[in-house]
């Protein structure tokens, strides 16, 4: 789902109305082809909708990013993207001064899952109410870590006043399109 920090959503306008609950109006997912995706999709979600209750697996927290485990999270990013979905630097550093350096980082809503000493997904929100990625590990997926990520950071951005988080997803990808459609986010 994410995009490269060469390629940044518009900053703010995201105060338009949203779709109904439940995501009517998208358009049902396609299959990824074996070419790389050819475009995105923008869904928004008010903030007035509740999000789905916290649900981690036994074992697994949540926290703000840390720079000790800043590696381990690149990594699981890389691995996660490999599939097309998303793009991250190849280098650490780059992406680390990238992420750090933006002018709508805030540590808080960069959310890690851990599972022991293990990073097994990342939520990293923007300050103006963008998910701008959200990974799990492949050996996680389906167990509820990414809607554990998505319901934090729902819950940190309504504590801020957000009216409402968008995001772009790719239009080959069925399943984040799904976990978004639960949470009841629409395209305009």
Not at 76 to 103: C, H, I, K
Request: aromatic share 8%; with cysteine; charged share 20%.
């Amino acid at each position: 789902m994410g995009d490269s920090l060469a390629r940044r959503r518009p900053k703010g306008g995201f105060g338009k109305a949203a779709a109904p609950a439940g995501g009517a109006g998208l358009p049902p997912p396609v299959p990824h082809p074996t070419s790389p995706a050819a475009g995105h999709i923008l869904l928004r979600r008010p903030m007035a909708l509740p999000e789905p209750p916290i649900r981690l697996p036994p074992g697994v927290a949540i926290a703000p990013i840390e720079a000790a485990n800043a590696g381990a999270v690149h990594k699981l990013m890389q691995r996660a993207y490999a599939s097309g979905f998303g793009t991250v630097p190849a280098n650490l550093l780059d992406w680390w001064e990238g992420l750090v350096t933006d002018s709508e980082f805030d540590r808080n809503l960069a959310l890690v899952a851990r599972a022991g000493d293990e990073v097994i997904g990342f939520c990293l929100c923007w300050t103006s109410s963008f998910v701008k990625d959200l990974v799990v590990d492949a050996g996680w997926r389906n167990r509820g870590v990414g809607s554990a990520l998505l319901s934090t950071a729902i819950a940190a951005l309504r504590a801020r006043g957000a009216e409402e988080l968008a995001l772009k997803v790719d239009i080959y990808n069925g399943t984040a399109q799904r976990l978004y459609r639960s949470f009841g986010f629409g395209q305009d």
